[in-house]
């Protein structure tokens, strides 16, 4: 049976909780040097480690305390959740060399490290993607956004064998292009990051899944290297970006397993958060073909700011419409090149 791994939205994930508040982070600073439940003298079984773990979180405060010790015994048993193990298998003693594993996996939890980096890979739709700090981890709404890219993509392509390209603003993981090739195998994508810690991830992890051959990864900046990238890309079907989008002013109430782990630049979209928004669409309508459409992930309080600054500001470009996030938040924009 296959279980498919997913930490809460109500957590790190969710925009509502998702800042912690300035007490919060003081908190985690006087909390920061936490040390780990004595290792047992005697043998314990995965049940009970687990449980030693899940306390002991509890107790320390970490988020998702029962979550993060199960999906990292399970990764450490070779599954992917607690739930698809054997039920003997949890039940026998672990051997002293597991058990010292658990206690060196777990024992990165207590400095709120992500689980996505502890274990060293997450799923994402279909796809299990290798992870490694700093390089944002995708979240589920970015699931839906690819969602939307492909419904839309496939609904605007009159015959399935048409060649499709697609070009991808900040890559991360790659989590994004790899879901698309994946699912439509006709499309190419090009796909860009300003870390070269992203792109080399990138790469790893298409050519994990075998789709590097019709995946280009480069390392460029969208607003440094605007001109070489514009040399590079034009007539792509489609422009999709999850891009930095955070307000500043909100970088410094992040969770501690964002703000202490994750890539600042892939997450501070300056002052309102449009800094790169704003690049992506001043430079989209000369990559996309006639009609050719932009897809974001962006901030629920960007939608009508985008489609303002869009009407006044760039020519060419029509703002289609925004779509809400599976909790009913404004949380993607679909802009349109117009037939020139
Ligand atoms: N949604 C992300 C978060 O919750 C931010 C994503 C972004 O800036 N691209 O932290």
Request: include cysteine; proline fraction near 4%; charge should be negative.
């Amino acid at each position: 049976m296959w279980w498919r791994r997913t930490l809460s939205r109500s957590c790190r994930w969710c925009l509502g909780c998702r800042h912690s508040g300035a007490k919060r982070i003081w908190s985690f600073h006087y909390r920061a040097l936490r040390s780990a439940p004595a290792v047992p003298a005697g043998r314990i079984t995965a049940l009970q480690a687990l449980d030693i773990w899940k306390r002991h979180f509890e107790e320390e405060g970490v988020t998702e305390a029962e979550q993060s010790s199960q999906y990292i015994i399970a990764h450490l048993l070779g599954a992917k959740t607690i739930e698809s193990v054997e039920r003997q298998r949890l039940t026998e003693f672990l051997s002293k060399e597991k058990m010292e594993e658990v206690w060196q996996l777990c024992s990165r939890r207590l400095s709120r490290m992500p689980v996505q980096y502890i274990i060293e890979e997450w799923d994402f739709r279909d796809l299990t993607l290798k992870m490694r700090p700093p390089v944002f981890i995708p979240r589920p709404e970015t699931e839906e956004l690819v969602e939307l890219v492909l419904t839309d993509l496939k609904s605007r392509s009159a015959d399935t064998e048409t060649r499709q390209t697609c070009l991808e603003v900040g890559c991360g993981s790659g989590a994004i292009s790899l879901s698309l090739l994946k699912s439509l195998p006709q499309l190419e994508a090009f796909a860009l990051d300003r870390s070269q810690d992203a792109v080399d991830l990138s790469r790893e992890n298409a050519l994990r899944l075998g789709l590097q051959d019709r995946l280009r990864v480069y390392h460029m900046d969208v607003i440094k290297d605007a001109e070489r990238i514009l040399g590079l890309f034009s007539s792509v079907s489609a422009l999709v970006s999850n891009p930095p989008y955070l307000f500043s002013e909100d970088m410094a109430s992040l969770e501690p397993e964002i703000f202490r782990f994750e890539d600042h630049a892939a997450l501070d979209g300056g002052e309102n958060g449009l800094t790169v928004i704003r690049q992506i669409l001043t430079l989209a309508s000369d990559f996309l073909l006639n009609s050719g459409r932009v897809y974001l992930e962006v901030d629920p309080r960007h939608p009508p700011l985008i489609q303002r600054w869009v009407e006044e500001n760039v020519e060419g470009l029509q703002y289609v419409e925004t779509q809400n996030d599976i909790s009913g938040r404004p949380r993607f924009c679909i802009l349109q090149k117009a037939v020139t």
